[in-house]
């Protein structure tokens, strides 16, 4: 009901000013069937299947008048598991009010896309990626869709007002305010929570140089509980491009309060600093290395909260060995775990006080990003392309270590390096179909040796990830899809748990020895660029020696995109 | 550009060596949770035969772990039923020491105390017992008002309404000493009788009416049972409290009604000045050097008829802390 008056207020709008509206219409619609099944050992979970899940998602964008445009996603969707209406729906997938305040202000209300540096505000991407191929691709796409994952934006409502204007010839002065609520008060307890976001930057072709602010805060007036909660970052980045090096830096501080008492505000401060140049050292080659600092107290919600809510269970088979064993999220739940008809998703669409949960399987070096406490050390990057692009190489390292032990003197030392390549054997063997073959391998570590008169065991932890893939086009739009991902992670580590005021209160001795594996195998056909449908058959395999588990999901499914 | 470069170069380097640099470690540490605890030394006291705290003596204890521990050393009399925990973090017990000091009500002379080490995140416990052979005199902390052992130090006032007002002589049943007041009434009064005492001027030491604590042990089965201390100033220096002229102090509480010993402790900022029986306010001010007089009353938390009573021993101030 909402929505059809919100379009016949548009529409209304539409009719008063004669020489707009000028409209845009886009959209996509997807058609997803799978079947998900247990390995015959488990004799009590059902199979989960979606039977022709349909989504078409409408975009319009509209030219109200002269200053003010609409943008809007309407979302249809249906089940094809019934031949009648019963299970479609209709909702909103995004509203969006936006145009000039002035010649050079502009402004966006409604479902807004927001991002700011990786240590003020910024949606880090999630864990396990090396180097995907297609298979993996076109579900992480759908996934980060579905869930309003734009690059390292953060999709919130609420109000921008952007800003630009040159002082000298080729130079910017630039700002960016905005404000969103983050949470709605019951009136009771909870508080409402607000997010407020300011940026000044300006910018010519040697030197650009910013200030960032940023404030997750409570308003704690009307409720029943004193809850006084207020979370400022401040930063400064400052960047330098010469011909073919290009410096940047950032450095700020946290200040967070978090008692439940408007009187006694005790307030924690953490710092950072992050100083780094990339070189283009030719055309096909270039380097990046950067050094950062961050404080172990440093909290900055925008940057630290997870895109995957690892304190939720799997949405399929969270249990397993007939329904003995629970599992946590894993790579194939984060990657595969598509349905167009649920409403809730492990992927996590809020930002709020603490450091969300993580599953450190994945590695523990930055589970936080570069925003991530208690982190000192230099991350590198090489990149290089033949000139034919015949084959693209990818290598980074890390090195960092704690900046402050954690119950003990000695410092966590952390390693992580990966390498990826894409191999395009169809440019090198001459072949006029597509012929691809990639892959990455990483590897993570943290490291602590204990003395032996502390009588406790060493940190000692490892993940690594494995990535294959390869594309064949075997007739024309027609290709084969191949994939195999393997995760392995074994060691232990004392994971520190923090209380409100971001101090740690106690550990968590997390311990694995785990594989998971997916196995894939898919046939796609092209009709055109944006139109496709993939059919595409996996195994996961799962085996935990720890938990004395291991289990098998076999999965099936059918994709059908459509782009226009 | 090379001096450009250059600038940045140092500019890096000079923030890479003073970033946020920290020495210590944060958190709890590691080997208090993780670590396997062995008894490297077994627990034991350097008072195998007794202490006397009435001489001043401390019990010191012994005992080494293999980690830093989070440790708790749980004492208590076997008699009186009086506790004290001792908590701390470390490898050893150096610098640990009990003074014979209680957590609630006090340790008897002549009583066998159970004391047991524990730790935390262990089911590992060590036990030890000490026998105490003088009670620790707390009368140094401030000013003794009365424990009943001296009938110069206080008096007793009643009423129409008082059906017990008698100082007992059990010292199994006293807190300290052999002496204690029973003191009881009925009706619907709030005046059952009280203990008064007489304060020199100038006999308390401490001036700052926020660093004194009054303290007493009170023992109640009668629900509804309240204390009302009353303090009385001089300010006109002629040796006695005069209405009208002179102000006095109240504070109530209530008591719990459990049938066992409690300790009261309240700050003299929780006094208001009493303007109740003709008692008015003067300055509003409470100078500590003007009392001279201190009721400890006998009432009830509200004005229905009943019986309303309690035990009463130990009455002190104290500088700085409660008791």
Redesign the interface.
């Known amino acids: 009901m909402r929505i059809i008056l919100t379009y016949t207020f548009i529409f209304s709008i539409l009719t008063i000013f004669g020489q707009y509206p000028k409209f845009e219409i886009g959209g996509l619609s997807r058609a997803l069937a799978d079947n998900s099944f247990l390995d015959e050992m488990d004799t009590v979970n059902n199979d989960v299947k979606q039977d022709f899940n349909l989504v078409f998602d409408l975009a319009i964008n509209g030219e109200l008048n002269e200053f003010i445009n609409f943008y809007s996603e309407l979302r249809l969707g249906n089940s094809l598991e019934v031949f009648d209406t019963s299970s479609s729906y209709i909702n909103l997938r995004r509203i969006l009010i936006y145009g000039k305040l002035s010649k050079n202000t502009s402004f966006e209300i409604g479902d807004i896309d927001l991002k700011m540096t990786p240590f003020t505000l910024w949606n880090s991407q999630e864990e396990g990626i090396v180097n995907e191929n297609r298979l993996e691709n076109n579900f992480r796409e759908i996934q980060r869709y579905e869930n309003f994952n734009n690059g390292n934006f953060w999709r919130r409502q609420g109000l921008v007002i952007k800003g630009n204007k040159s002082v000298f010839k080729d130079d910017t002065i630039s700002f960016k305010i905005f404000g969103t609520r983050e949470l709605a008060s019951n009136e009771i307890s909870t508080p409402d929570v607000f997010l407020y976001g300011s940026e000044i930057k300006y910018q010519s072709n040697i030197i650009s140089l910013g200030l960032n602010h940023i404030d997750l805060f409570s308003n704690y007036k009307g409720i029943n509980y004193d809850t006084n909660l207020n979370n400022h970052v401040f930063s400064t980045n400052f960047n330098l491009n010469f011909k073919k090096i290009k410096l940047h830096s950032e450095f700020g501080f946290s200040s967070l309060t978090n008692t439940m008492n408007n009187f006694d505000s005790k307030w924690i401060n953490g710092e950072f600093l992050n100083v780094g140049f990339n070189f283009d050292i030719s055309d096909n080659l270039s380097f990046s290395t950067s050094f950062r600092s961050v404080s172990e107290d440093f909290s900055s919600p925008g940057s630290q909260s997870k895109r995957i809510n690892y304190s939720l269970a799997p949405s399929m088979f969270a249990q397993t060995n007939n329904n003995t064993i629970s599992r946590d999220i894993s790579l194939s739940d984060i990657i595969y775990g598509v349905d167009f008809m649920r409403s809730n998703s492990i992927y996590n669409r809020t930002i709020d006080y603490g450091l969300d949960n993580f599953n450190p399987i994945f590695g523990v070096i930055e589970p936080y990003g570069l925003a991530t406490p208690n982190r000192r050390g230099v991350s590198s990057d090489l990149t290089f392309s033949d000139s034919l692009k015949i084959i693209m190489v990818n290598a980074n390292f890390s090195f960092l270590t704690d900046l402050v032990g954690e119950g003990i003197n000695t410092k966590r030392n952390y390693s992580n390096y990966s390498i990826a390549f894409d191999f395009s054997l169809n440019k090198l063997l001459g072949f006029d179909k597509q012929f691809v073959l990639n892959g990455g391998y990483s590897n993570s570590s943290s490291k602590r040796d204990h003395p032996i008169d502390l009588n406790v065991q060493n940190v000692n932890l490892k993940c690594n990830i494995i990535n294959l893939g390869l594309e064949l086009e075997i007739l024309k739009n027609l290709s084969v899809l191949s994939s195999y991902k393997r995760l392995f992670s074994n060691g232990l580590d004392y994971l520190p748990i923090r209380s409100n005021d971001f101090t740690i209160e106690s550990y968590n001795a997390f311990q694995c020895d785990l594989v998971h594996e997916i196995n894939s195998l898919g046939l796609a056909y092209d009709f055109n660029k944006k139109s496709s449908v993939l059919i595409n058959y996996q195994i996961l395999n799962f085996s935990d020696k720890i938990l004395d588990n291991s289990f098998s999901i076999n999965q099936f499914f059918v994709l059908v995109q459509i782009k226009f | 550009?090379v001096k450009?470069?250059n600038f940045?170069t140092v500019i890096?380097i000079f923030?890479?060596l003073i970033?946020?640099?920290?020495?210590?470690?944060?958190?709890?540490?590691?080997?208090a949770?993780?670590?396997?605890?062995?008894i490297l030394e077994p627990f034991s006291s350097d008072k195998p035969v007794g202490v006397d705290f009435s001489l001043n003596d401390t019990v010191r204890f012994f005992s080494e772990f293999?980690?830093s521990a989070n440790y708790n050393i749980n004492i208590s009399g076997r008699n009186s039923g009086a506790n004290f925990t001792i908590s701390g973090t470390g490898k050893n017990l150096s610098n640990v020491f009990w003074a014979g000091n209680s957590d609630n009500i006090f340790f008897k002379q002549y009583e066998w105390c159970d004391v047991v080490l524990s730790f935390d995140n262990s089911d590992t416990t060590l036990s030890d017992s000490i026998l105490i052979l003088g009670e620790r005199d707390f009368s140094n902390l401030g000013y003794l008002l009365t424990s009943y052992e001296d009938p110069s130090e206080y008096g007793l006032v009643n009423s129409q309404n008082t059906t017990q007002l008698q100082v007992l002589n059990n010292s199994s049943i006293a807190i300290h000493g052999n002496n204690f007041l029973d003191i009881s009434g009925e009706g619907s009064n709030t005046y059952f009788g009280a203990t008064r005492i007489s304060i020199p001027l100038g006999g308390i030491s401490e001036p700052n009416k926020s660093n004194i604590f009054f303290n007493g042990f009170f023992k109640s089965d009668l629900n509804g049972s309240a204390v009302v201390v009353k303090m009385f100033e001089d300010e006109n220096n002629d040796g006695s409290y005069d209405q009208g002229i002179d102000e006095a102090w109240t504070y109530k509480f209530t008591l719990n009604s459990n049938g066992v010993w409690n300790k009261e402790s309240f700050n003299f900022d929780n006094f208001i000045v009493d303007q109740t029986a003709g008692n008015v306010q003067i300055d509003g001010n409470l100078n500590v050097g003007n009392i001279i007089r201190l009721d400890v009353v006998c009432s009830q938390n509200g004005n229905s008829f009943g019986n309303f009573g309690y035990f009463v021993d130990y009455l002190i101030l104290t500088y700085n802390s409660s008791l």
């Open positions: 550009m450009t470069f940045i890096f923030l890479l970033s946020c640099g920290k020495v210590d470690y944060i958190g709890p540490p590691i080997e949770q993780f670590g396997e605890l062995i293999s980690i």
